[in-house]
């Protein structure tokens, strides 16, 4: 039998990590459509002004939680991790060759 | 896990001699033994059938399996330098993947088996040889500097230039906002480029090589991007031609290209 030994501080910073990287993530996707929605021209200047400001306060705040809570290392890990699900992703869904190799072996 | 290893029975072989680990089959009649060269120090030896020798060493018919990866790791590199021993000495050879075991059946031994595999096999693989006569596998990596490259893809956009400069003059939420929209644009430019510079390769490459293969391309190290990751079959008239059109390609401004080989044919068989 097997005894999967959980350190304490592992856990908590893997889950704060998760966190935090979700927050980023969600971040990321609201600047995005802030940019969508500028470059669309249905923002005035004075809006455009408020939510630049307004990602910006995020941006330093959550820099701020990631230093305050020494999460940087786990959060860079959550993202590396996601970047390679997505690359295996889209690497089978464009590449039907690989794709079928993958299902050969198996 | 660690493998036991069992001593064989007098004469008889038992367990231990029960399977046959393949590394190749080579284009040659010649039954002669390698040496203790194999996995783990395994004595590798040819199987013949007519022309064609499948290149073993003798083993329990189980796979090799172990979560220590330093271990994995030394198997395969075992097993590589059989393959390429091989294909050094007779030339054009079938590599087969990792663990590759064939067994004895009821009333068969692991080495009928394998004869008989040669023999039923023997017009396909001989096939597969003769398609691959004269070639070698080249491992051809092409990378970038997207510092250097995005700073060339800003440069001949008067749109980028544009929104740089109003970027730097905003007040600071209406900069930020430019500077996202500028970074935006210039990735998907990149990416263009990316895109345009690997499709004009692979044509130029296919024009000199019998094959090629796009293989995943790793993430950056050094700053360097990985542009294109590429197995390629060339035969031995044609590799100058490959090496004229990498020679090409890295002395252009911000690219730089790795050339492994030859190889055996791994990719292609």
């Not at chain 2, 329990?60 to 075992?78: F, K, N, T």
Request: some cysteine.
């Amino acid at each position: 039998m097997s005894v999967v030994n959980i350190d304490e501080g592992d856990l908590r910073n893997g889950v704060l990590g998760l966190v935090v990287a979700l927050v980023e993530i969600i971040k990321e996707a609201l600047r995005l459509q802030a940019v969508k929605r500028m470059e669309g021209g249905s923002l005035t200047e004075e809006e455009v002004e408020r939510l630049g400001e307004a990602l910006m306060d995020i941006d330093a705040a959550i820099e701020k939680i990631k230093v305050e809570l020494g999460v940087a290392e786990a959060v860079k890990s959550v993202r590396d991790g996601l970047d390679r699900v997505v690359d295996d992703l889209f690497d089978g869904v464009l590449n039907p060759g690989r794709w079928q190799e993958v299902q050969n072996v198996r | 896990m660690e493998r036991s290893v069992h001593t064989s029975g007098p004469g008889t072989g038992g367990q231990e001699q029960a399977g046959r680990y393949v590394y190749c089959v080579a284009w040659t009649g010649e039954e002669v033994s390698m040496g203790d060269v194999g996995i783990e120090g395994r004595g590798v030896y040819t199987v013949v059938h007519r022309d064609l020798a499948a290149v073993v060493h003798a083993c329990p018919a189980q796979p090799y399996e172990s979560s220590d990866l330093a271990v994995v790791a030394e198997w395969v590199l075992a097993h590589s330098r059989v393959v390429e021993a091989a294909w050094r000495r007779w030339g054009t050879t079938l590599p087969l993947t990792f663990n590759t075991i064939i067994r004895g059946r009821e009333g068969t031994d692991a080495g009928e088996e394998l004869r008989a595999w040669l023999g039923a096999e023997y017009p396909a693989l001989r096939a597969r040889l003769e398609n691959l006569q004269g070639k070698a596998e080249y491992g051809v990596q092409v990378f970038w500097d997207p510092g250097l490259i995005g700073m060339d893809v800003l440069a001949s956009s008067p749109e980028l230039v544009r929104l740089e400069e109003e970027a730097g003059a905003r007040s600071r939420g209406l900069a930020y906002m430019y500077r996202q929209r500028l970074e935006r644009m210039l990735r998907d430019g990149i990416e263009a480029r990316a895109a345009k510079e690997f499709e004009d390769l692979y044509g130029r490459l296919r024009r000199c090589a019998d094959g090629v293969h796009v293989e995943r391309v790793k993430s950056a190290e050094q700053g360097l991007q990985m542009l294109a990751n590429l197995s390629c079959l060339v035969s031995g008239e044609r590799y100058p031609d490959l090496e004229a059109e990498l020679e090409r390609v890295g002395q252009r401004d911000g690219f730089s290209i790795r050339l492994a080989g030859p190889l055996p044919p791994y990719s292609f068989c």
